[in-house]
Each structure stands twice: as structure tokens, then as C-alpha cells.
């Protein structure tokens, strides 16, 4: 059996190369794929494999005093769901362009959003009817899943985040209660300090992500359509029920598939349906004539 691992930890580390050898040696004896990224403000991976081995790895990860307080998270997948194992040190273990905002000590993060159970969350909206959800994840993830009536940044990377907090557009939600989320959490640990350091003054942040509130509630609270995952499954749902929200780049029907436009030096994501895939595989009709100019009209 295979699963695979979603993880992270905000916490001072004084030699992150070291942490970094230590952590690709372990995941290489144990036949283990992923991406953990090593920063002076903690860890941050998601690896997949055999379920001995993570186990095996979870043991020996939590061996280490700063990591003892991680929470993994365990998802359906195998570990080729990766192509490869890479484990590399940087500045952020998210790259939001903020390193100098963000301080953590052993307890995580410094003066960030309050953390919000999936139970503590429906409490919250049962006693406010102004709460508001802020999706932490880019606007490409947000378009095949997100909160209901969530406000979805129109951000392409983690680090268009900072222009657009300072760009005043949601400058009207600084005095009422802001839920920050995303897939496992570890944006929000991040975005909820930026917010809070622009003047947002009741923001929280959803602990364990969407990633732990679809394991609770699934299809049957108030999170909607399907979770967008960076490896090769592509997306997830938490139930048969669950929803559609994107729309085909081609015929607009509804569907959550995203794949690389077909001409590999744009490459870019598209949400296309299974139907079109077949017959237009490109992102547009220049694409289309690179990658398969006979299935242009008139050829």
C-alpha cells in the first residue's frame, strides 16, 4: 500500500544544509519521492511511497527535538506520483518574497493569524454571519475548488501576494474576521502574519488546510469542488459528490482536469475537459498549429 505524506513545521533551524542532507539520505534509504524545502524558518514537503517506509520516515523525522511537533498529514497516493526526490535549502519554505517580515520561534510562527480547527470554523460562522474567507492558493487552484463565496486573490504565484495586499483592494475587509486557507496550511502561516502586518486585525488561518477540512466534513460542509495537488494526480476529491467548478477552456463545460498545453515550449496549465483533450490539446489555436497544425480547419 502507498500513500503520500503532506507536512510542515515553522521553527528556528541554525544549519538548514545539514538538515537538508540528513533528510534526502533518510528518503533515499527509504524508496522515498517528494519535494521538502529547508529554510532558517523551518520544513515544508510532501513525500510519497510505501507505507512502511513513511512511516519508518515519520519516526525518524520526529527523532529530531524541532520537528517533534510536526502533524502529518496523510493523503491517497504513491510516491510516482512524483517524478523524482528534491530536497533543496531556501531563503522561504514559501516563496512569498517576505523572509524579512516572517519571524518564528520554537512555537511557530510570531504574531500570525489565529489557528481555527474545521469544528472551531463552523462555530465561528454560526455566531458571525461577516466572516469572509481569503484563499491563500493561487487563482489557478481557487478555479476547480474553493470555500463558498470565498475571495480569491488574483494572484499567479505566492509572491504576487505582497503587491496586491498593499494595492488597497481589500482594504474594507481589514475590520471584520478573515479565515485565510490553502491545501495544507503552510501558506497561511505565512499570509495571515502579512495580513496582520498590514492592518488586518481579526485574521485566522484554517489548521491543516482544506487537506484536513475535506477529511472531516467532505462534500458536506462548506468547502466546494475539488482540491488542486502539485503532483501527478493533478487534483482530489473528497467524495463521488463532489463538484466541477472549472470551466473547459474550449467549450466551457464544466470539469476539474487540468493538463500542459500540448506545445511543449508554452506548456501552459489548462483546464480543458476529456472530450476536448482528444481533439485540442493546445491552449489556443497558434499552440495548436505548432503542436498539431492537421487538426487546424482546412488541413
Known sequence: MQ????????????????IRLWQR??????????????SPHGLNGTVGGELKALKAYVRATKTYLPFKAITFKWSDGQGNDFPKLSVKVRDEVVSFGAADELQVDETGVV????????????QLMATRDDVVFF????????????????????VSTSKDFIPELDSGKYDHLKDKPVVTYCTGGV??????????????????????????????FGDDGLWEGSLYVFDGRGSVRFSD?????????????????????????????????DSCQLHNPACSLACLAVCLPESLPGN
Request: net charge positive; proline share 3%; glycine share 8%.
Open 3 to 18: 500513500k503520500i505524506l503532506l507536512y510542515y513545521i515553522f521553527t528556528p533551524l541554525a544549519d538548514p544544509e545539514a
Open 25 to 38: 539520505t533518510l528518503c533515499e534509504s527509504l524508496g522515498l519521492r517528494g519535494r521538502i524545502i529547508i
Open 111 to 122: 504574531a500570525g493569524g489565529k489557528h481555527l480547527t474545521p469544528q472551531a470554523l463552523h
Open 135 to 154: 484563499d491563500g492558493r493561487n487563482a489557478h487552484e481557487a478555479a476547480i475548488g474553493a470555500f463558498k463565496n470565498a475571495v480569491v486573490p488574483d
Open 187 to 216: 501558506r497561511c502561516e505565512v499570509l495571515s502574519r502579512l495580513m496582520k502586518r498590514r492592518g488586518f486585525r481579526d485574521v485566522y488561518q484554517l489548521d491543516g488546510g482544506i487537506v484536513t477540512y475535506g477529511k472531516q
Open 241 to 273: 459528490a463532489s463538484k466541477d467548478m472549472g470551466a473547459c477552456i474550449h467549450c466551457q463545460a464544466a470539469t476539474s482536469n487540468y493538463e500542459n498545453c500540448a506545445n511543449q515550449s508554452c506548456n501552459k496549465r489548462m483546464l480543458v475537459c
